[in-house]
């Protein structure tokens, strides 16, 4: 005998896919949430690790900037050291020079002519002083010249001017001329050294033309 199924079943089937989907749906929805987070954990930690490696670099760029502090003061400290080393230089090479010129200053006045003020800039050098004449003054001016430590004599003022109110004892009275000149100190070693200098491949040439003479005889 047959038997029939009088159940609704396309209702219950309909039903079982609805659940179905119902599953599907909320499975895909917890599988976005799952994917949603770890996108943002990810993401997170991303953003802190980054965060980490910048503050560390914003640290060491504060230590090198601290660090370059520092050598821009040894640089500057450098410099007054070598500033300061080089005046000491200067003021021993000139030690001796300034010696000779003073030397050369008292053996070059002749007699009539008398210093009154002596004044050095750089290389340069005044002197004002009273004279008998102006022979006296050129007198004076060839003696520089030929002093060696003293060179370019060049007579800026030669006046007349007699001071009447100067007692006899000062000289002054005999001496009625005003003058200033102005010479260029000069450093004879220099100039032999240099000289010295020069003539060493001069005295070198010879010998090695020698021993080429000698070579092209043998």
Known sequence: MARINLLPWRAERRKQRQREFGVMLGMAALAGVLLSA?????????IDGQNERNAYLQGEITKVEAQIGEIDKLDKQKGRLLARKKVIEELQANRSQMVHLFDSLVRTIPDGVSLTSLKQEGDLLTLEGRA??????STYMR???SAGWMKDPDLSIIEAKRDDKAPASTGDKALPYQFTLQVRLANPNATDDADAAAAKPGAQAPAA??????GAKS
């Open 143 to 145: 003696n520089l010249e």
């Open 38 to 46: 770890f996108i943002w954990l990810y993401y997170n930690a991303q």
């Open 209 to 214: 033309q020698a021993n080429a003479n000698g």
């Open 132 to 137: 008998q004449s102006n022979a006296r003054v």
